[in-house]
């Protein structure tokens, strides 16, 4: 199996930690958005990370690769089989990539992305609009649904996990930090799920390539 992409990407960072918790072995190959790679282009024509391929089959995007091994490599059970898990599972994931992601990103690309790698400045009006406007109110829900057992789904680890857990490395990269003492729940979480084997040596590997 194949992975395509850097996961500096939160979206290749999650398809990759879901592939870790399964115990899978992958090849992560490093490609950037737009990478002309003939092999990387065949599993995404859009250019777009990440990018899959598994022998004769290759596909693009983190659900659609994630559904495909959740799928294939049934156990251990990543996306629950009840219908209430399920749902909290598909609705946390979606939460992280459509909201709480984006919101991120401007922050990592602005303050990293565009000063460490391209050379220029920033827009760091709109960095601090995210981080000041946007964010708090994203981190207080999180804050009020974290159950005790420190899980978001089934009491137990869960793509729900690794989705949420996956954008706020790009927020530490960012050299930004959650206030523990507003978000103590928050806090913890994400220490832990960011100190399990299918996430920790990633982060240390970023940091590696951010010089940090």
Known sequence: MILFGSTLSPFVRKTNAFIQEKGLNVDLRQVRPGDT?????????????????????????????????????????LIPASPEGRARAIW????????????????????????????QPGDQAAADACEA???????????????????????????????????????????????????PKLTKYLAAIHARASFAAMIAGEKAMLGG
């Open 37 to 77: 790679d003939p092999a990387f282009r065949l599993a995404s024509p859009l250019g777009k990370i990440p990018a899959f391929n598994d022998g004769a089959f290759s596909i693009s995007d983190s659900t659609a690769i994630i559904t495909y091994l959740d799928a294939k490599h049934p156990e251990p059970n």
């Open 92 to 119: 946390f994931e979606e939460f992280a990539d459509t909201v709480l992601g984006p919101c991120v990103g401007k922050i990592f690309f602005n303050r990293v992305v565009m000063p460490k790698m391209m050379g």
């Open 133 to 183: 406007d946007e964010l708090p109110r994203y981190f207080a829900y999180l804050e009020g649904v974290l159950p005790a057992s420190g899980f978001l789904v089934e009491d137990r680890i869960t793509l729900a996990d690794l989705a949420v857990a996956s954008p706020f490395v790009n927020y530490a990269h960012a050299n930004v930090t959650i206030d523990p003492a507003t978000y």
